[in-house]
């Protein structure tokens, strides 16, 4: 069907190629009759409620594809055979495939590796339990790292491919930083020590422990607060390089005191960065 007005022309053409050109039938139409003009009528609105779907479904479809198509991810649909039935532009250049050679074709006949892959194992897996499934995968290929998030039916599954090798690359370098602060903390150069603004020490290496006369027990324990073991006539510069913490993301260094375990004070020189606001 072509349409609500196509459908409505073709219906027409129908009845009048009926009334005019069709061989002499046994019982020829009359309009005049009642019984006729209600047959005819009732057919003219089948045609009309027929058509008018057609024209919903295809709007419908269109408008999905419009959104496919303008989406800057990849978007796949396989039967239940693996077949692919629909390809965006972006899984296109992924394939380095037109779609007019892909559609219809099985992903293990244009691309036979493909049955060691994550996506050919978890989508036969998703169409069997009919149960979405998301992961991860790297494509050596064109070195890019996809997020993956597929969603079967009755007829087969779809996938749906997001590229998040920059993500990857930030959270590679931000374990890369990790790794280094916890050599440089663990390597007891000068006491380091993970804390919020309110007072909780989350971690602290051997030289701000041995500093303070704490162990490690101690720490283990909870017993470390800076906010108590910092003599009360500091507490406006505190709360003054809080501030300037939050603003600027670092403060440069400056003198306080601090109260050893021992009730002894001493004298610390003290920088800070901000890690989050949290």
Known sequence: YGGLGTGL????????????????????????????????????????????????????????????????????????????????????????????????????????????????????????????????????????????????SKDGVSAYYQDITKRKGVEERLKESQLQLKRFVDANIIGVVVEDLEGRIFDANDVYLKMLGYTRQDFKNGLIDWKKITPPEYKDQDEAINKTLLKKGMVSPFIKEYIRKDKKRIFVLIGAVLIDKQ
């Open 9 to 152: 022309v073709a219906t027409m053409l129908c009845v009048l190629s009926g009334m005019f050109l069709s061989p002499e039938p046994n019982s020829a139409l009359n309009l005049r009759s009642n019984e006729e003009q209600f047959r005819v009528g009732l057919f003219i609105l089948q045609g009309s409620i027929i058509s008018l779907l057609s024209e919903s479904v295809q709007d419908a479809t269109r408008w999905q594809s419009i959104i496919l198509e303008s989406i800057s991810d990849i978007f796949i649909t396989f039967d239940r055979n693996m077949r692919f039935m629909y390809v965006n532009s972006k899984a296109e250049e992924m394939l380095s495939t037109s779609r007019r050679a892909l559609l219809g074709r099985r992903l293990v006949d244009l691309y036979p590796e493909a049955r060691k892959t994550l996506v050919y194992k978890y989508c036969r897996e998703a169409l069997k339990t009919r149960r979405s499934k998301q992961f991860e995968m790297h494509d050596p290929i064109d070195n890019k790292w996809y997020d993956i998030s597929l969603y079967p």
